[in-house]
């Protein structure tokens, strides 16, 4: 710490005893870099072991993204497609519950349910799927309907928010993804995609879901046309949202997949994150976010698994889900696959000499595998994957 200035000293001792800091303050750490970025790393590597220690959770859950069928037509996400493409798909919702017990057969606790926007929706869609797959599996864990998803239904429906939030919690909805968020500022939302839900509306929901008990979680998508004082603006914010409602389980920097998207090909984007960006994202995260949302994932479809275990000793703690499959991220170019197993977790969480632990979703501990040789093995390496898996995946994922 002694090689970066001063100031940035200072920052950084107000925040290992617990200072909330200020905008200018997150300003100067997020365009850290050399000396300066090693110093804020350690930091927050710091600040997350007196935070919550050294295990590094995951959770065993499964992608189903019910369709790519989608009107909205954001720029960064290559899943989209209009009903005509050949590579239309939507799942039917008997095929939506043969996967989730499927994941309760081996051994999910959660199935993440996502998808696109179809013009021709039926009101009570989201409603009906979440009630099947209760239904079929009551012990799982539906984390379903981002609020562009919410706010679909509530149109279609005509429903008060509130009432309809009501009415998903009565049949079962667990927890809501915090996506659509990308940067919660209205003129970097512009040029992202217009159609997308203006900050209040998003703000809206969460806060009323928050406020009725349904947790959520609280993501940022990084990379592409924002500024590091977009970041800190967009962190800020979640933080005094999680001031007043408590309902965020945790928070997930979500670094641009550019390869295949629409924004990244005209031209209006950078070619995502590089190592240095996505470190200085997780560690500004940890610092600024401090005393309000105390867990930090890190989502390795997106950053790999050397990036990611490079994360998590920069203030992450949390290594995101299994998955099984995942729909979401290969569509802009993602690489880094649709499964991990549980013990490909543990192993890898070990070699950088921390602790594995399963969670559910809500950050409850299931179990802390803390003697390797007691490790119990799953029944498969890899979930067979059916033809349809082959259709190209949108860059939200479990979240």
């Not at 859950?61 to 497609?81: D, K």
């Not at 869609?125 to 239904?153: C, N, Q, T, W």
């Not at 590091?228 to 933080?239: F, S």
């Not at 390869?259 to 600024?288: F, I, N, S, W």
């Amino acid at each position: 710490m002694q090689a970066c200035p001063a100031e940035v000293r200072e920052i950084l001792q107000a925040a290992a005893c617990g200072a909330e800091l200020t905008f200018e303050q997150g300003l100067l750490l997020a365009t850290a870099e050399g000396s300066t970025l090693e110093a804020l790393v350690a930091a927050a590597d710091q600040l997350r072991q007196q935070t919550v220690g050294d295990a590094i959770t995951y959770v065993v859950n499964r992608n189903i993204n019910f369709t790519n069928v989608c009107f909205v037509g954001c720029s960064f996400c290559g899943f989209g497609r209009g009903p005509a493409a050949a590579d239309a798909y939507s799942l039917s919702f008997e095929e939506v519950v043969r996967r989730a017990r499927e994941a309760w057969d081996r051994g999910a606790t959660e199935v993440c349910v996502q998808g696109g926007l179809p013009r021709d929706l039926d009101g009570f869609f989201y409603r009906d799927l979440l009630r099947a797959i209760k239904h079929a599996v009551p012990e799982m864990h539906v984390h379903a309907f981002s609020p562009m998803e919410i706010d679909y239904g509530v149109t279609k429906t005509g429903m008060p928010l509130r009432d309809y939030l009501e009415m998903m919690k009565d049949e079962g909805l667990g927890s809501i993804p915090g996506t659509a968020a990308e940067i919660l500022d209205d003129r970097v939302r512009k040029e992202l995609s217009p159609n997308k839900l203006p900050v209040e509306r998003w703000v809206e929901i969460i806060t009323a879901a928050h406020e009725l008990g349904i947790p959520t979680t609280s993501t940022m998508m990084y990379g592409h046309v924002e500024e590091p004082a977009d970041w800190v603006r967009h962190m800020l914010l979640l933080r005094a949202i999680q001031q007043r409602s408590g309902g965020f389980t945790e928070f997930v920097p979500l670094g641009f997949i550019h390869e295949k998207t629409r924004l990244y090909r005209h031209g209006g984007a950078r070619p995502g994150a590089k190592r240095d960006e996505h470190l200085r994202v997780h560690a500004l995260a940890r610092l600024l976010l401090h005393g309000a949302i105390k867990n930090l994932q890190v989502s390795w479809v997106k950053l790999g698994f050397e990036t990611s275990l490079a994360c998590l000793q920069a203030g992450a703690n949390d290594f995101s889900g299994t998955l099984m499959e995942e729909s979401i991220s290969k569509a802009a170019g993602a690489t880094f696959g649709e499964y991990v197993s549980p013990e490909e977790f543990r192993a890898r969480i070990r070699s950088i000499g921390r602790v594995p632990a399963e969670r559910t979703t809500t950050y409850k501990i299931r179990r802390i595998f803390d003697q390797p040789e007691q490790d119990p093995r799953t029944a498969a390496a890899q979930l067979p994957l059916l033809q349809a898996e082959s259709h190209v995946t949108y860059t939200e994922g479990a979240y």
